[in-house]
């Protein structure tokens, strides 16, 4: 079995994108990212803290806002609309859950979709829903949601084929599950969507050439869900009295699976990079330099 | 194998369409129907007459704007921009495929969202993508593409089980494929997207319970593609030498499926109803009426 090494990988991409933009302020393109931060979820403080510090390391420019716990839904979409017309911003992250009296879609669908660098508003994911093919979404610079984004990366920075294969996407969540569907397909994958409702899990997920799990319950998948020499992708991202653990058993897979992404250090790494990545990107689309539009961000 | 009699159950809704649609006139609610066609298709124009009609037969206003082939892209934007604002035009049907020459992506997304009755913009494909369940999709009166939502219609009404059942939708139209398998996911079934570069799609589709065939190959579902008793909904129009057909081999697949859907008269006659179904909803979303919120066009 072989992991998939994504802080490895995610390192990789971070130079590249280190140069992409130094190679883009030359010719005047200047990318920033707002990030917002509603109340004191500790969680989402490292979490915010984690995407400026990237930001800095590649030399981009961040711009934070902190509102109070209290802060009501229209000051928090005055200040979005107010950085939807700040020209020095090309990004825009609210972190996210929000405090549970505001309205987190509403909130959300405030953001220009020109900086939706979560891809997570209405028109980014109808945008997403619409493209056919993998080529239209990259020719497109469309802000495709990081998690996912970061998935497909790292099948193929490893050469892992995904044209013709059968994927089984377990948990079907606007974040991570149905997006992810929708990329996979678009690199002409057979992509099967299964979640909660589903009967006969392992039977289903034993079918996949790519099994991807992202429902969110420690160590879930086991090496009966597995067909041998399968690459098994954990987006779970857990806590349980042993530490932290992903969506996958490990231990138990690792005997049957043949590529597998290790929790901490596999897809984790990879969704504040694509973060990076689209921060660039959306900076490179609203950029008025000229000859920009063949730039592409990562070879 | 029992037939899933489409005309019949059309009628059936068209009959219950045309009761909502009087009631709401008493409400102050009058829906009314904007068709575009550009050119001379005369397929187009057949389809084009037939909403018109089904229009007058459910007591729906409908206004028809003809363009001609030599039409401009600034010209039809011209004209669904004064429909937008149109208090009477509840709903804005374009007729497509458009010439050529014109974006039909660009004209289709000029649509203003609460007017779309196809659901074919980017905003409500968006919407559809982010809603999860079914409940939601009806209580946010989400305007849903017209053939997708008459195939769960045509499934609700034969009391088919959605949930926990596997659906495999072969074809991965934005008409179609993509969206059905939305709403069938939705409806909590596990679905698996398969289309031209699916390998083994006999085998994957002798997975389904609900297996839906939209791509557009005469007769290509053959009995071996088919589970004993699965239900099997034909989403194909094709002509060939022997004249209408579906993509099921009807003759073949009748002896081993448990429902399915014959062509003509299966799904064909919900895509026209479901329009009509859209535009009543398009006129009560918009109505200035009070106290309409929880009217429900269907039972």
Known sequence: MQIIDGKKISDEIRTELKAKAE????KGVHPGLATILVGEDPASHVYVNSKIKACEALGIKSFHHKLPETAGETELIDLIEKLNQDKSVSGILLQLPLPRKLNADRCVNAISPDKDV?????????????????????????????????????????????????????????????????????NDATVTMAHSQTKNIPEIARQADILVAAIGKS???????IKPGATVIDVGMNRDRDGLCGDVDFKDAAGIAGFMTPVPGGVGPMTITMLMHNTILAGLKQSPAKNTEAIRILS
Do not use: Q
């Open 23 to 26: 190679e883009l302020k030359v």
């Open 118 to 186: 979560d891809g997570l508003t209405v028109n980014s994911l109808g945008k997403l829903f619409s493209l056919k093919k993998w080529g239209e979404i990259e020719s497109a610079k469309l802000l495709v949601p990081c998690t996912p984004l970061g998935v497909i990366y790292l099948l193929k920075k490893y050469g892992i084929e995904i044209a013709g294969k059968h994927a089984v996407v377990l948990g079907r969540s606007n974040l991570v599950g149905k997006p992810l569907s929708i990329l996979l397909m678009s």
């Open 219 to 225: 160590r879930f998948v086991k090496k009966e869900f």
